[in-house]
């Protein structure tokens, strides 16, 4: 069965950073795209990222120039890497493998880790 375990969640300040991780078993990671989902109490699922597995990557426009999506194979991980954080990026972040991106995918996979940044 398909696992992804989120982790590296917290609380900083806004312009604070924050690195995501995922682990990832039970199929083949390697050829498989991966991504990044977030969603806010009483707000929609949205996507955030996504990495293939040739490494080309998608950012949401409202992430773009400050998140970074990356992968290493060998470890089974996908992170995100978040920099200059908003409070408008407040929201359990949840670790997907593709599949079709426009199905929304939080809390589908794993738990999520929680991310917070105050103002």
């Known amino acids: 069965e398909v696992q992804l375990v989120e982790s590296g969640g917290g609380s900083v300040q806004a312009g604070g950073s924050l690195r995501l991780s995922c682990t990832a078993s039970?199929?083949?990671?390697?050829?498989?795209?991966m991504g990044w989902y977030r969603q806010a109490p009483g707000n929609e699922c949205d996507l955030v990222s996504t990495?293939?597995?040739?490494?080309?990557?998608y950012y949401a426009d409202s992430v773009k120039g400050r998140f970074t999506i990356s992968r290493d194979n060998a470890k089974n991980m996908v992170y995100l890497q978040m920099t200059s954080l908003k409070p408008e990026d407040t929201a359990v972040y949840y670790c997907?493998?593709?599949?079709?991106?426009?199905?929304?995918?939080?809390?589908?996979w794993g738990q999520g880790t929680q991310v917070t940044g105050s103002s």
């Open positions: 997907a493998a593709g599949g079709s991106w426009s199905v929304a995918q939080c809390n589908y």
């Open positions: 990495i293939r597995d040739d490494y080309r990557t």
């Open positions: 039970g199929f083949a990671f390697d050829e498989s795209d």
